[in-house]
């Protein structure tokens, strides 16, 4: 478990470097500026008499819609590849190696809640919301293969299996497959399904059977 005030801040490298070479240099050089993301190069001098560097750091920032790298992700990396260069220098790495800022953003990785399973995302989705609107639905998400897909709808729908096979639309002149839906109902909490047709509204109903099959009920 990260406790942050075991790690050094950037200012405090920086200021370590400063008393340990007072005539030091600290160099950025922006690598990358695109929409996506930035990188940023940092380099230590001893003196003003070194033509080349003691220690060398690279930061990466990818710029984000919200958060702290909205605004300020030029500002986070220039001062993250500073952190690095005095890290590989040894620098202020008494309690840990990463810096403060770099531990915070490895803790807020760690602690980001883990993206559901896609198989829950599928039963958020697929659930109409009121039985007799058929048509107010969830948007879902892409499944990862065709393959998958079909393994969590059928997951999704409990391995029941219906008494015939997924219907064309019964009034639109092209009849293409009606789609179907699941939920339970707010009124009875009792499940339902049904096929139904996007472009003419037509519904065919099905009950849950005491077998576990779904039965189109009677007289559609």
Known sequence: MFNLEEYTTVAERIKMFRQMHPMGR??????NDNPIYIVFKCELYRDDEDTRPFSTGYAKEVIAERGVNRDFALENCET???G???KNADIGTEKHSISREEAAKVK???????PKPFAEKLADKITVEKEDDPWTTK???PAPSAADAVALVQEVLGGVKMDKDIPNCRNCHDHKPMSWRTGVSAKTNKPWANFSCFACKDVIWYNLAPDGTWKAREGQ
């Open 26 to 31: 600290i160099i950025t050089q922006l690598i």
């Open 80 to 82: 993250s590849s500073i």
């Open 84 to 86: 690095i260069a005095c």
């Open 108 to 114: 807020a990785k760690n602690e980001k809640p883990a």
């Open 139 to 141: 948007e879902v998400h």
